[in-house]
């Protein structure tokens, strides 16, 4: 190689490391990591502590004019972290929770709620994942996976032992099965959909927006088709009874999303044969939509109208 040739060589290598250096700098965590709302009040309650999962932090927010004991709903959230602000969030996007919200309580569209959001945690995918699909996944994926490594379970015992009580008792809001409820995206769907069929007896509803049912681009060992047949099996055999309560997937055509249709379908049908009726569980489909923070806000007055309505 001649000496100009290096000479080139390193200069690429340097504009790359350059580059990357710019990328680096351009996704840094954002100095302001306590969110702010611009309706209602939000209360943050930092680490959490459970004995189930790692401590994290748990952001309330309440309705405007509030005062404990108020006949309020509540709404459990995850990735709360993505919630509220989106000088806070790692993209800058935000499901503008606060703002939307409260439109539709001031319009009497929906009633009176509080919204939970559960910061994610770098084990997300782990604690968002429906644990017990294994036992409808062939043996030899399986054996492939690293069952250890679960804590869907665990992670909504955290929610229904001990979180759950400390809302009820701090903020005093309705506290029955019907004012209960659960939403999530991707791999929030997911673990919001396992949730109704684990403690139908805690929440009245669910609702599950881009649900990775794919189970694709997921660690070794726990990604595939087989995965997403046992989510699916699963589902069809712990369902709650038919029309007993709520439940809301919808999915958008691009990004992830563009191959969610296929497997939606086919919870559809799962559904549709086991009874359940349009009032009770709704399915639908956003064109144009992506797998983000700001297409889920764009349409997330459908599932609250849907679980909240009057």
Known sequence: ?????????????????????????????PKNTIPTVSRGTLERIPEFK???ITPRDIAVWLPVG????????????HDGNMLFDATTTWNRQEWQVDEIMDSLIQAGSIRPCIVVGIYNTDDRLTEYFPEKTWHHV?????????????????????????????????????????HTFMMGSSMGGLI?????????????????????????????????????????????????????????MDHGTKDFDADYGK?????DSVFTTKGWDKQH?????????????TCWAKRLNQPLQFLLKK
């Open 1 to 29: 190689m001649t000496k100009r040739k290096k000479r080139w060589r390193w200069i690429m290598v340097a504009v790359i490391l350059l580059l990357l250096g710019a990328l680096a700098w351009c996704m840094r965590p």
């Open 50 to 52: 459970s004995q189930f």
């Open 66 to 77: 509030y005062q404990t004991g108020d006949s309020c709903d509540v709404l459990y959230m």
């Open 138 to 178: 062939p043996e030899a994926d399986r054996k492939k996976a690293k069952l250890d490594k679960l804590t869907g379970d665990a992670y909504l015992k955290f929610i229904v032992e001990e979180l759950k009580p400390y809302i009820d008792e701090r903020y005093k809001p309705l506290t029955s099965r019907e």
């Open 192 to 248: 919001s959909l396992y949730a109704l069929c684990e403690y139908p007896q805690a929440f009245g509803g669910v609702a599950c927006l881009s649900s990775h049912l794919s189970m694709d681009l997921l660690p070794d060992g726990f990604k595939g088709d087989s995965w997403a047949t046992g989510f699916r099996e699963y589902v069809s055999q712990q369902l709650p009874e038919a029309n007993s309560c709520l439940i809301y």
């Open 263 to 267: 497997y939606q379908t086919l919870i």
């Open 281 to 293: 569980y709704t399915s639908l489909v956003f064109d144009g939509h992506g797998h983000n923070e």
